[in-house]
Nanobody
Framework: VQLVESGGGLVQPGESLRLSCTAS????????VNWFRQGPGKEREKVAR????????DVLNSVKGRFTASRDNRKNMLFLQMNALKPEDTGVYYC?????????WGQGTQVTVSS
């Protein structure tokens, strides 16, 4: 299993970013996958879960209405559209899947929101 995140960067408050996660090594189209993040000095937290059918669930309260998670099962890709970014959204963002009795993580992509 391999998960590779991309799309992070440095943006100003109020701007947008779109993260991607490319998955391989498991039957992506039939598994729910998740976005997590870990801010500086904070514990890792779940941002959202995306069902195999593409529905967003378990959305973190602080990102509701600003973040949208989606997937393309033909390309084995997961996306996180982040709008109206705030400094408190700063952190490393990870995609994750539970497969074959193990939890798999990507290496993460850094998002920094600062003026």
């Amino acid at each position: 299993v391999q998960l590779v995140e991309s799309g992070g960067g440095l943006v100003q408050p109020g701007e947008s970013l779109r993260l991607s996660c490319t998955a391989s090594g498991f039957p992506f189209s039939i598994y729910a996958v998740n976005w997590f993040r870990q801010g500086p000095g904070k514990e890792r937290e779940k941002v959202a879960r995306i069902t195999a059918e593409g529905a967003m669930r378990d959305v973190l309260n602080s990102v509701k209405g600003r973040f949208t998670a989606s997937r393309d099962n033909r390309k084995n890709m997961l996306f996180l559209q982040m709008n109206a970014l705030k400094p408190e959204d700063t952190g490393v963002y990870y995609c994750n899947v539970a497969y074959n009795l193990k939890t798999w993580w990507g290496q993460g992509t850094q998002v920094t929101v600062s003026s």
